[in-house]
């Protein structure tokens, strides 16, 4: 699995998301991709940020990229 790292979308800033991490077979996000989104007020920020980022898991997989945005 390889890592893609993007800036935030404005609307994901807009609503207060300061990390985003989404699943992909393709280098940008697809219809039907889950997008995990981190906000800013969130206690657990950090944790969530840690294992979003940690995608070992899915190396065997049929996801082929971790769209990372911050």
């Keep these: 699995m390889r890592k893609v790292y993007r800036k935030l979308t404005k609307d994901q800033k807009e609503r207060g998301a300061i990390f985003s991490s989404t699943l992909s077979r393709a280098t940008n996000e ?6 995990h989104e981190v906000k ?26 971790n769209i990372i945005r911050q």
């Excluded at 697809?30 to 997008?35: A, K, N």
């Excluded at 007020?41 to 190396?59: G, M, V, Y």
């Design 30 to 35: 697809l219809v039907g991709d889950t997008i």
């Design 40 to 65: 800013a007020d969130d206690p657990d920020r950090f944790a969530k940020i840690d294992r979003l980022k940690d995608d070992e898991f899915f190396n065997d997989s049929p996801w082929n990229y």
